[in-house]
């Protein structure tokens, strides 16, 4: 499957899920037109707030600077028992090339995440999205590894939902 006005292969279900599941998280990309658009959004950022993380924490996730929760009774990382103040569930603002079939959001997160390939961390992980997206099983969720994420400073991971029947709890 292709995009009409640019030539770019869309990817489809299984193209996802494939790519997710082998951690060849590099093919994914965005089509030219959305990357421009996200290129000339990040430079438009980055000259009226600083920094792209200045902006996200202050207008996308309405955080304090401070990404780092002060109460000691939370726990270190997230879980699927983190406070809904703690992070943010929202359709992606400029996502990768993929069939319209598919919804990608990103979860953005005030604790770090533990590594999701872990099936006790992935088990959990699985839990949320499962609360988050009542009735639809068909998820993927995946962090980009250090040199593929555009925002480095602010925890967040990426969930590919497929065919969903409704919106999640929190956006």
Do not use: C
């Not at 006005?5 to 089509?31: A, Q």
């Not at 598919?102 to 006790?120: A, C, T």
């Not at 250090?146 to 602010?154: A, C, G, R, T």
């Amino acid at each position: 499957m292709t995009l009409e006005n640019e030539n770019v292969d869309v990817h489809t279900w299984e193209d996802v899920k494939e790519i997710v599941e082998s951690g060849r998280l590099e093919l994914f990309y965005r089509s030219k037109s959305e990357q421009l658009r996200y290129r000339a959004y990040r430079e438009r950022i980055k000259k009226e707030y600083g920094s792209l993380d200045n902006y996200i924490y202050q207008n996308v996730l309405n955080w304090p600077k401070e990404s780092s929760p002060n109460d000691s009774s939370l726990q270190e990382y997230f879980s699927s028992k983190i406070p809904s103040t703690h992070y943010n569930l929202r359709l992606n603002d400029f996502p990768y090339t993929i069939d319209s079939s598919i919804s990608h959001y990103v979860l953005w997160s005030r604790l770090p995440f533990r590594d999701p390939n872990d099936r006790n961390v992935k088990d959990d992980i699985n839990l949320f999205l499962k609360e988050n997206f009542p009735g639809n099983e068909e998820w993927l969720f995946f962090i980009n590894p250090p040199q593929l994420q555009s925002i480095k400073n602010i925890w967040h991971g990426h969930i590919f939902v497929r065919d969903i029947p409704n919106t999640p709890n929190k956006t």
